[in-house]
């Protein structure tokens, strides 16, 4: 196919995306020439919902005009705020509404769950998580394992991709539960990895792991809003995830959190409490026995940050509309054109990181270039152009195209200017 067909192609798919007009409900950065910016980094900050001022203002003129009252006078009370994005976001994750809550942000959350399903003890004090996890999560359990008094050499355990790969495989993380099952009290891994962005089999590791008796955890910072999750038919212990990147947000947006059903009763898990994971009715009696809501909300400290919800409520309100399903559908075909693309146009200066099987993927692809030297430059030449993608040392550009407001044009023409780039 020539250049001009393969454009008029592109041209067309975009026209017959059923979601083609989702893109029209967010703000997408101006480059200087006037046209927008590419935009792949929905992966590290998405983009800002046209609906996100309006709740706002809503919210600052209830603060202005109401103060205090508007805790119960609002016209979203401020009250039983967090409330209002709980079914929405139990979709989102395929949870029960008793099952999530929003609150703090993702660090804060792990530890929070680390607090009540990692219980060490000598024999069972290991974690298991991924090699080159992202940083906090390790800071946070390497943190966990010394606050419990045992030593992060040996109680902390990380499943490697074999030489010469990238990915790591569910064979080896099962090898592992075989092998060392009875000293495992947590495995915690990503739902997508940030920077190879490989989906874990999370169903299938959370079976293996609970023959053993071991508790599961996701960070699911990558994989919300990204890829479909079952967590409560998974049966997995608990997740968390932030709300900034493919839940678009905003920078420092309250995040999430799911613990399953079966714990929602369980007064004898250890747990940090607060006033917020009270039971509600008698919370304002201030009395100081702490009896714990059923359910994820008991994990509540403090009350929640308005402002930082309400962008949550909009963008929630698009993925309800659009449907994980549909979303999920145009991200597989937006992905496989990028990849497609890059393995005919680029098959001598890129490899592609990410597994090629779309079920073990999100829409990130992880492009490393072969003249490792040449890809800081490489980078500056697409920041140049106008495309917004993000760099990660030693040589990887990830690319991100989202379903809710990237095109099939864009991915074409991003890899014109990536070939370009290359090629100068
Ligand atoms: C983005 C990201 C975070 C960010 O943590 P915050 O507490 O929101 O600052 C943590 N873990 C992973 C895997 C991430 O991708």
């Known amino acids: 196919m020539n250049f001009k067909s393969v454009l008029d192609t592109t041209k ?8 083609r007009e989702f893109r029209d ?29 309006k709740l706002l203002e809503e ?41 999530v809550v929003a609150m703090n942000s993702l660090t804060v959350n792990l530890h929070l769950m680390m607090v ?50 990238n990915c790591i495989r569910t064979e080896d993380i099962q090898k592992i539960i075989e092998e060392q099952g009875d000293d495992l009290a947590l ?4 739902g997508v990895q940030y920077y190879t962005g490989q989906a874990f089999e999370m169903e299938a590791i959370t079976r293996l792991a609970q023959q053993k008796g071991i508790r599961v955890g996701f960070d699911l910072a990558h994989a919300v809003g990204n890829i479909p999750l079952e967590l409560h038919q998974w049966d997995v212990d608990f997740a968390v995830w932030c709300s900034y990147k493919y839940l678009n947000s905003g ?24 006033w917020w994971g009270h039971n509600k009715q008698k919370r304002f009696l201030m009395e100081p026995i702490f ?21 949550l409520l909009a963008s929630l309100g698009i993925f309800e509309e659009a449907g994980m399903k549909r979303l999920r559908e145009k991200s597989i075909q937006l992905t496989a054109y990028l990849e497609f693309l890059i393995h005919s146009k680029l098959e001598n200066e890129i490899d ?28 500056q030449q697409l920041l140049l152009k106008e495309v917004v993608c993000d760099w990660r040392e030693p040589n990887v550009i990830r690319i991100a195209p989202t379903p809710l407001y990237n095109k099939y044009l864009e991915v074409f023409e991003f890899v014109q200017i990536l070939k370009e780039a290359l090629h100068r």
């Not at 959190?257 to 250890?270: D, S």
């Not at 359910?295 to 919800?309: F, K, M, R, V, Y």
């Not at 592609?352 to 270039?369: A, E, H, N, V």
Request: overall charge neutral; hydrophobic content about 35%.
């Open 12 to 19: 067309q798919m975009d026209e017959t995306d059923p979601l």
């Open 25 to 53: 409900r967010f703000y997408i950065p101006k480059a200087k020439s006037g046209r927008h910016k590419i935009y792949f980094c929905g992966n590290s900050l998405g983009l800002q919902p046209k609906e996100v001022e």
């Open 59 to 99: 919210e600052l003129e209830d603060w202005k005009s109401q103060a205090v009252d508007a805790h119960l006078q609002a016209k979203r009370p401020w009250l039983s705020y967090h409330e209002q994005v709980t079914t929405k976001l139990a979709k989102v994750v395929g949870a029960k509404p008793i099952e």
């Open 116 to 165: 009540s399903f990692y219980a060490p003890a000598e024999g069972r004090h290991k974690i298991l998580m991924e090699d080159k996890a992202f940083p906090s999560d390790r800071y946070a359990v390497e943190s966990q394992i010394r606050f419990h008094d045992f030593d992060p050499h040996s109680s902390l355990i990380e499943v490697k991709a074999r030489p010469n790969e």
């Open 187 to 190: 495995i915690l891994l990503s």
């Open 251 to 274: 920078p420092g947006a309250i995040a999430g959190c799911f613990v399953h059903e079966r714990h929602a009763r369980n007064t004898a898990l250890k747990r940090f409490a607060g």
């Open 291 to 311: 009896d714990p809501l059923p359910g994820a909300e008991s994990w509540q400290l403090s009350n929640p940050p308005i402002l930082s919800t309400t962008p």
């Open 352 to 379: 592609i990181l990410t597994p090629q099987d779309p079920k073990q993927r999100g829409c990130q692809l992880s492009l490393q270039l072969k003249q490792k030297e040449r890809g800081s430059e490489v980078y």
